[in-house]
C-alpha cells in the first residue's frame, strides 16, 4: 500500500497550491481518502475527506470550517489520485499535508485521524505573509 502526496511548497499568501495523493496497493474506491494537516507544536488535524457513494451521484465531501470556500477536494477514481486545491492561501496553512485513506467498511468515512488505516510520508505547504 502507497500513498505519495506532491504539490506542496513555499507561497505567498493569498497564493494557491494544488496537492495530489496517488494511491496504490489497495481498491481505491473501497475507501475514504482524507487530507491532514499538522503545524509545529500542534495536533494533527483533518482538513478535508472524500469518497465514493456508490450510487452514481457526487462523491461525498466534508471541509472543516477554516477551509471551507478557499479548499476543493475532487478524486480521479481511474488514476486512484485524490486532489486538493487549495486557494487564498493564509499563514495558518502552513503544515505539513498527509493523505491518509480509511476503509468505508463498516463504519463509512469518519475523517478522523484516529480512524485511518494508511498514510502518506506527508508534504510540507508554506505560506508566507
Known amino acids: 500500500v502507497q500513498l505519495v502526496e506532491s504539490g506542496g511548497g513555499l507561497v505567498q499568501a493569498g497564493g494557491s497550491l494544488r496537492l495530489s495523493c496517488a494511491a496504490s496497493?489497495?481498491?481505491?474506491?473501497?475507501?475514504?481518502i482524507g487530507w491532514f494537516r499538522q503545524a509545529p507544536g500542534k495536533e494533527r488535524e483533518a482538513v478535508s475527506c472524500?469518497?465514493?457513494?456508490?450510487?452514481?451521484?457526487?462523491?461525498?465531501?466534508y471541509y472543516t470550517d477554516s477551509v471551507k470556500g478557499r479548499f476543493t477536494i475532487s478524486r480521479d477514481s481511474a488514476k486512484s489520485t485524490v486532489y486538493l486545491q487549495m486557494n487564498s492561501l493564509k499563514p495558518e496553512d502552513t503544515a505539513v499535508y498527509y493523505c491518509?485513506?480509511?476503509?468505508?467498511?463498516?463504519?463509512?468515512?469518519?475523517?478522523?485521524?484516529?480512524?485511518?488505516?494508511?498514510w502518506g510520508e506527508g508534504t510540507l505547504v508554506t505560506v508566507s505573509s
Open positions: 472524500i469518497h465514493d457513494t456508490g450510487s452514481g451521484t457526487d462523491d461525498r465531501t
Open positions: 491518509a485513506a480509511e476503509h468505508l467498511i463498516p463504519y463509512g468515512s469518519t475523517c478522523r485521524a484516529g480512524g485511518m488505516d494508511y
Open positions: 496497493g489497495f481498491t481505491f474506491d473501497d475507501y475514504a
